[in-house]
């Protein structure tokens, strides 16, 4: 509940609080912070997107829900929050691209393409009649400059990482890539550890049919994302980690009584 303080400067987006705030924006980002967890990281051989796609019904199909896009043929992007909201990003930002190509008759800088999707946010922060778009993205993607990889917020604020969470997991995922992220990790690496990120958020099991991967080849410049068989191997040798932590943390449990 807000402080009377607070009272009435929630009701437009272009109504700054006292102290400096646009509430409107803060909401939006609330409803990130309420999405299902998306990660990425950055690999000397590409670029890593996964998302986690846990509901809260049996009877949702899970393939019907999707996270994760393509925006050209060597970017991706992964989103949380509002996902109706998202579409309409990703239609951008695919508009965008491809008036890029043929404009210049060159692919668009991953770079180029995130700060027109900030641009884009940052306008619906600043008008009467409308309201700030209640999702965030992962934006990655492979260049003749390298591999990139950038987060947005509702606001339009861009920073680039080398491994990022947004979501509801974000806090525990963060944790470990802090701890456990490498400059020279392998494709391969990075699934894994995006893996064990999402597995530390207290969201549930995880399990195959929960798990979207995609990856952008650094070599090929190409965006797939990984089939069902490849996430099921990935998944499973994920378990398995994890068991083994468990059963040595019991014995080590054991031999402290």
């Known amino acids: 509940m807000q402080t009377l303080q607070n009272s009435g400067y929630d009701r437009a987006i272009t109504v700054f609080s006292p102290d400096g705030r646009l509430f409107q924006v803060e909401y939006a980002r609330e409803a990130v912070k309420r999405g299902t967890t998306s990660l990425g990281v950055k690999s000397k051989e590409g670029i890593v997107l996964l998302v986690d796609k846990r509901t809260t019904s049996k009877l949702v199909e899970y393939k019907s829900i ?42 668009i800088r991953v770079e180029t393409l995130a700060k027109k999707i900030c641009d884009m946010k940052q306008m619906y922060t600043q008008n009467g009649g409308v309201r700030p778009f209640g999702s965030a993205l992962i934006i990655g993607g492979v260049t003749d400059s390298g591999c ?9 604020a861009l920073i680039e990482y080398k491994a990022t969470a947004i979501g509801s997991g974000r806090s525990a995922a963060m944790d470990v890539f802090e701890e456990n992220y490498k400059e020279d990790l392998t494709i391969n690496e990075a699934i894994d550890l995006a893996l064990d990120a999402v597995y530390e958020a207290p969201e549930g099991k995880t399990t195959a049919e929960s798990v979207e991967i995609a990856i952008i080849d650094k070599d090929s410049k190409k965006y797939r994302k990984i089939s069902d068989e490849e996430v099921v191997n990935h998944v499973d040798a994920l378990l398995a980690r994890n068991d083994t932590k468990n059963d040595l943390d019991e014995e080590e449990i054991d031999e402290e009584e």
């Open 148 to 156: 990139k990889l950038f987060e947005t917020d509702p606001s339009g």
């Open 66 to 107: 999707e996270k994760i896009f393509q925006i050209d043929d060597h970017i991706g992007a992964a989103t949380s929050g509002l996902v109706a909201d998202a579409r309409a990003l990703i239609e951008r930002a695919r508009m965008e691209s491809q008036i890029n190509k043929i404009t210049y008759n060159e692919p």
